[in-house]
């Protein structure tokens, strides 16, 4: 993350000591509902419509080259005006190493906080990096309707990364049940498209309508030009006998992917990186669907809801650098390297014994 910036005078400027000088130029600030946050507390709102956004960032824009002029005594092209501003008006996106030692339960404890800035619309994503700029960004909280556009216009607005997936049509559990004999992960997750058992949310028919609405408020905007984003529904993912390209373009071939879901994903995921796309796992604590058990085991309920209680606590206090340590080499350094998988992972499945 920026926190100081070096002017071409020499001079270092960070955000706080840039906003202190600049506080009595900042004669608009507007408030909507549904407003996000900004790690330097410079003001971001992400509801409203695109224009009224832009409108706000030139404004702000303005406000920052007199500011920067006033504080520096040099022309604000001088100082990286256009720069800071950038920075000031990115679309806020918690972002969190995928070699870092924080844990889940915090940032949840901070969603759930009464009054707190923090909600699950802004909720922090997990930066998993790989060969060849690979990017997947998993969730460590739960999210909610739009958490993951502003993390699609920071990384467009910022790194010019203008193809993205989106993996939708889930509900995500802490830890991941499926039946070890049929492989079908638990059926009451997914979306109620496929069977009347199932969770009875449509995820991926929303998550489809924020994608159109998106791309519809971005036509003839310069910051979000030439953006690309796909939606896929996990539990029906296209047949293994396309590539990631011909299934988009052929329209998808559907399989009933609740089977063997980790291996789809996995395929998918690395499929999706392979051709340039940044893939968002837009269900809540995504980190870790990896981490899978069996539930068809013979307890009595009361004796299987406690240890799984017990496996939620151990997760939330796992770290991410373990988790994607354990989880995630293909998405790092996949074995192929060609977007398609040689052999199927064996799924680790845990031991709710040990719980």
Known sequence: MITTFLCASGMKLDPA??????????????????????????GYWQSGTRSEIEQENDLRQQ????????????????????????????????????????????????????????????????????????????????????????????????????????????HGQLPNKFCKETNLTDRHIFDKTLLAENSGDDFFKRDTKQRDQFMKSAVGTSTLENISIEVLDTARLYDRDLDFIQALKQG????????????????????????????????????????????????????????????????????VSETVDQDFQFAISPKSGNGFPTDKISDRVNNLKDY
Not at 262 to 272: M, N, P, T, Y
């Open 252 to 319: 998808v071939k559907h399989m009933d992917t609740r089977y063997n879901q980790l291996f789809h994903l996995r395929r998918v995921i690395e499929q999706a990186q392979y051709n340039g796309y940044v893939v968002v796992m837009a269900w809540c604590f995504s980190l870790h669907t990896f981490t899978q058990f069996d539930r068809s085991l013979e307890y009595d309920q009361k004796e299987r809801d406690a240890k799984f209680a017990n496996v939620e606590k151990t997760l939330m206090q796992k770290t």
């Open 63 to 170: 406000v920052i080259n007199a500011g920067i002029s006033q504080f520096t005594g040099l022309h604000h092209d001088a100082v990286g005006g256009t720069l800071i501003g950038q920075f000031d008006h990115t679309p806020v996106a918690t972002l969190i190493r995928q070699d870092s030692k924080e844990f889940a339960y915090k940032h949840q404890a901070r969603i759930l906080a009464k009054g707190s800035k923090f909600t699950k619309e802004n909720c922090p994503w997990v930066e998993i990096k790989g060969d060849l700029d690979r990017r997947l960004y998993a969730s460590i909280t739960i999210t909610g309707c739009t958490s993951w556009k502003p993390l699609v216009e920071r990384l467009h607005e910022l790194e010019k990364r203008d193809k993205f997936l989106i993996l939708s049509g889930r």
């Open 17 to 42: 000591t840039l906003q202190q000088k600049t506080k009595g130029l900042r004669k608009v600030e507007k408030t909507r509902e549904g407003n996000g946050y900004d790690a330097h507390n410079w």
